[in-house]
């Protein structure tokens, strides 16, 4: 099957959950920032623009070391990043603040990111759209089962697919390799016959194509491919909708 023709759909696809069909933890940044400044006056004389920056900037080299059971435990995980982002702006004229400050901050992060989740426009009649035209459909997502599933049920997103697969029920989740051919297997596809579709250039991008998964990046924010990065994916898209041939 010629899975480069973007008109042809394959018979699965795998479709990841957070930040491909949920609004969920892109622009951190803005989010760090936008929390730091409810507590600006615990925070003073830092910025609530400082601390964003450097809790953010922290997380980002956090997530690509962290051991998988970070991911098991993510109000933990923040609380840590939360810590050493506020310790990495410690001066000797001026000390880091206190720890319980960082754990208030990572938990009203939590509950601001809960508070804005959405679903992606188009993305429910999208997926609605690939099932009626009988593409098999798998929702792969990592995290806790309790998190992940509460936010199934909350956007409506169970009776849509064939298979629901979260990192914390089945004791694996991307990038490994089991992940993608336990969610085939089940489906009753091949490499060949599939799409994993997704935001992460490692988890959705790079280990797929290493199975022969023709592999899609969702690039929500119009950004491109950051600068440097090694991971070509098979194509890119901003929406859901993007999947649906032309006239579908």
């Given amino acids: 099957m010629a899975v480069n023709a973007m008109n042809r759909l394959p018979r699965a696809m795998l479709i990841d959950m957070d930040d491909t069909i949920l609004s969920a ?43 998988p059971e970070w991911r098991l435990k993510l109000t933990e995980a923040r609380h840590e990043v939360a810590r050493r982002g506020l310790a ?67 956007f409506a997103l169970a009776h849509r697919f064939d298979h629901i697969q979260i990192e914390g029920e089945h004791g694996f989740g991307k990038p490994e390799e089991r992940a993608y051919l336990h969610a085939m297997e089940t489906l009753g596809v091949t490499a060949p016959e599939t799409w994993m579709v997704g935001d992460n250039l490692e988890w959705e991008v790079e280990a797929p ?5 023709y592999a899609i990046w969702m690039d929500i924010h119009g950004e491109g491919l950051p600068q440097g990065s090694t991971v070509r994916p098979d194509r890119i898209i901003r929406s859901l909708t993007e999947l649906l041939p032309e006239g579908g």
Avoid: C
């Avoid at 730091?36 to 900037?57: C, H, N, R």
């Fill in 209 to 213: 194509q290493r199975l022969g998964i």
């Fill in 25 to 67: 933890h892109g622009q951190p940044e803005i989010a760090w920032t936008i929390v730091a400044d409810e507590f600006a006056d615990e925070l003073a004389p830092l910025s609530p623009k400082a601390v964003g920056t450097a809790i953010a900037q922290t997380a980002r080299r956090f997530w690509p070391a962290a051991a």
């Fill in 88 to 154: 990495s702006l410690a001066r000797l004229d001026q000390p880091a603040p206190p720890a319980d400050l960082a754990v208030k901050l990572a938990d009203r992060f939590t509950a601001y990111r809960d508070e804005q989740m959405f679903v992606f426009p188009g993305a429910h009649e999208a997926i609605d759209k690939l099932k009626t035209l009988g593409v098999k459909l798998a929702l792969v997502t990592n995290g806790a089962s309790a998190v992940q599933r509460a936010k199934i049920e909350r």
